[in-house]
């Protein structure tokens, strides 16, 4: 096999752009998409060429499908991974995996009964910069990796009606923190503003296993779009941005002499001595959906895991609890 027949179930705001995806994969044979909203599903059949359904049910009587997308809101997750396991496919599932860890519990138990690949979308862990900044760390050139920090900001997304920003947005950081880190979080402590009963700013401190701190701050609130992580190295600081694939390398100063000045001291200090590692900027949702079909093609497990995506959902609803609590909640 060096093609899989592959269906979107889902063509909103993102579905969509696994259509447009995976018509340009040479790993993919796209027959067809699938939306509950005829007009969407038509508009975007014709704009890509490929057949369009609204019945899930009707789309499988009819296509030869070995895989499919599901990009459907976080709540109907589990509802539609249930109806399309049926047809003995495999699947990828946009983050989260599902709305609790039940529901996510029984999908993976689910692909494994049925010896189904099971693929979760957690898109920034494509992010090639992420990769790399895991090499640099990983080859301890800067020292011990001591602590995470990542901030993801912007404007309520529309297409999200079901679930605020922690289960939104900040399960993307937890994710890459966890991927990074190399390890299991240990404890969370969260705050969350859930007026109106959806969260828009969510803060939490993490401690993993290993002795590493992460703090992570989502927020809904601001029109300014940032994504970034600051890492803290034992002879280094590194500030990565998502959407420049770029990481800027700060070190210190070596032997610097006594400043006979407070402007000489700003002048040498200021900023510290900075190096830019850039990456060949690639689409992460690309290498998420080649590596999903590959994973297909040669049997080997999909990168992220049903279960990578029942602990990241652990940590969020540990995130939720501690809010409500006011405690620091122990997951391992």
Known sequence: ?????????GVGVFGKH???????????????????DERRAREIGELYNVKYYTSIER?????????????????KHYEVAKRVFEYNVHVLIEKPLASSIREAEEIVREAKRRNLKLMVGHLERFNPIVGKVKDIIEREEYGKLISIHAYRLGLYPTRVQ???????WAIHDVDVMRFIVGDKVATVYGLVDDAGGQDSISLALLEFRNGVYGSLEANWNTSIKVRG?????????????YIKQEVK????????????????????????????VRVKIREPLENELRLFLKSIISGEEP???GEDGIENLRIIEAILESCRTGKRIKLH
């Open 59 to 75: 789309m499988f009587e009819k296509e030869d499908i070995e895989a499919v997308s599901i990009v459907v809101p976080t709540s």
């Open 303 to 305: 990168p992220v895991s």
């Open 249 to 276: 390398i700060y070190t210190r100063v070596e032997n610097a002499p006594e400043c006979k000045s407070f402007e000489e001291f700003v002048m040498r200090f200021g900023e510290p001595p900075c190096s830019t």
């Open 18 to 36: 696994h259509v447009r995806v995976y018509k340009s994969l040479k790993e993919a044979n796209l027959v067809s998409i699938c939306d509950v």
């Open 229 to 241: 992580v600051r890492i803290v190295l034992r002879d280094a600081i590194m500030n990565m941005n």
């Open 1 to 9: 096999m060096d093609k899989v027949n592959v269906a979107v179930i």
């Open 162 to 168: 079901d679930v605020g920003v922690t289960i939104d």
